[in-house]
């Protein structure tokens, strides 16, 4: 399984990214799939999250300007930033609760993207 995340770039402060992150390979679903960012010096934190379900949850400093959506039959998603601020700058991942086996067991595994790097500057 491969998590391919793209769309960072340099943006002034108000603007826009959309992020997205794209999984491939061979498993039989995928559960939650998240948005996670870490800035320098920082600890990685969990921005946003969607469910199986649609269900979505983020994290207190990005709710209103954040949207996570996803397309469940291209398993992907993507994050619509909007009124980025230069303290949202960081390297974002996604990732993914994978759900893989056959008829006969099923097992969970969390999978990575590479990160991609959004900088905002004031």
């Not at 398993?75 to 230069?86: A, C, E, G, R, V």
């Amino acid at each position: 399984v491969q998590l391919q995340a793209s769309g960072g770039g340099s943006v002034q402060a108000g603007g826009s990214l959309r992020l997205s992150c794209a999984a491939s390979g061979s498993f039989l679903r995928i559960e939650f799939m998240s948005w996670h960012r870490q800035g320098p010096g920082e600890e990685r934190e969990k921005v946003a999250v969607i469910t199986s379900a649609g269900v979505t949850w983020y994290e207190q400093s990005v709710k209103d300007r954040f949207t996570i959506s996803r397309d469940y039959a291209k398993n992907t998603i993507w994050l619509q930033m909007d009124n980025l601020k230069p303290e949202d700058s960081a390297i974002y991942y996604c990732s993914a609760e994978v759900v893989e086996g056959d008829d006969l067991e099923e097992y969970e595994n969390d999978y990575w993207g590479q990160g991609t790097q959004v900088t905002v500057s004031s």
